[in-house]
């Protein structure tokens, strides 16, 4: 196994204790956990589902299979069979151990993008490549792509053109391509689209996945409720795997996600929640001295004024505001940061004001 890198978040702690220090407290905009409540139906359907006493299905319920693809029709125009979804432990496990499920060799993912498709190539023994271009990849054959759009941290939205090209690309080489989509309801400047949809895939799901959280949808981070579907050949062959694993979501869990995603007016009000915070921080940044680019979409600013990563989070931390350095997320982030929006409205408005 590829020796594992160190914990990046690890490195913030002395920024964080400055920030810490500030009179009026953090506003930690560094990590993109939810702050907002879980929404009392989705509570009530965890509570009333308490007396479980026997294991859960590795597949789910049926009716949790049946509000998943009936949430990807209603919302994202997005046809799968309940057959061919399965529930996760959280998106994040899945992203982890698919290389390692899949006996992938090769991985390739986006050259900014969420440390752990690196993690999940490593833990597999596998060589990973960080790319944006298929075209850079060389003749060794690639197990699997990752996709994510929206992205994290930068925002960017993948237009149905260029995800019909990663498609095609992946198709004539046998390349599983899993397109991680925890974001794809939070659209502000540019609606993000599945890479299930027949736009992109030509109504195939043939060597394709996609990933969903309700992480940020619903806000159940604590929860640890994702599901994957696509390919029902790939779908198959995941359950299997998880079955002798072990990887059983609790059946308190599996109500509570049923619930959530049959549910779209938490979700809207949700999402107006960030929608407002996007309006007060992005100008309060901009009239600072930094320039956002891309974030048409997602949780995250991914902004910079020029100066090294980590002095823009010095100079940050010492108004008491902590953000991520856009090198956590590749090299290529070395003068950016990702800026989250996971803050109540009260620390919101107090970031606002110390920015001016």
Known sequence: MNTLPDFPWDRLEPYKERALAHPDGIV?????????????????????????????????????????????????????????VLPVIGSKEFVAWLPTYLGARRVVFPELAYPTYDVGARLAGAHGTASDSTLALGPEHVDLIWVNSPGNPTGRVLPAEHLRKIVAWARERGTVVASDECYIELGWEEPPISILHPDVCGGSHEGLLAVHSL???????????????????????????????????????????????????????????????????????????????????????????????????????????????????????????????TATDERIAAAVRRLQ
């Open 28 to 84: 930690d905009l560094s990590v993109g956990t939810p702050v907002d409540p879980v929404p009392q139906i989705v509570q009530d359907a965890l509570t009333q589902a308490a007396d479980s006493p026997g294991y859960p299905l590795t597949h789910g319920t049926k009716a949790l299979r049946e509000a998943a693809s009936g949430w990807l029709r209603r919302r994202h125009g997005v046809t799968v069979d309940p057959n061919d």
């Open 215 to 341: 992480s940020k949808r619903s806000n159940l981070a604590g929860y640890r409720a994702g599901f994957v579907t696509g390919d029902p050949v790939l779908v198959k062959r995941l359950l299997e795997t998880r079955k002798h694993a072990g990887m059983l979501m609790p059946q308190p869990v599996q109500a509570a996600m049923t619930v959530a995603l049959s549910d779209d007016e938490h979700a809207d009000r949700q999402r107006e929640r960030y929608a407002a915070r996007r309006e007060v921080l992005r100008p309060a940044l901009e009239k600072a001295g930094w320039q956002i680019d891309h974030s048409t979409a997602g949780l995250y600013f991914w902004a910079s004024n020029g100066q090294s990563a980590w002095d823009q989070v010095g100079k940050l931390s010492e108004t008491g505001i902590l953000v991520a350095p856009g090198e956590f997320y590749g090299s290529a982030g070395g003068r950016h940061i990702r800026v989250a929006l």
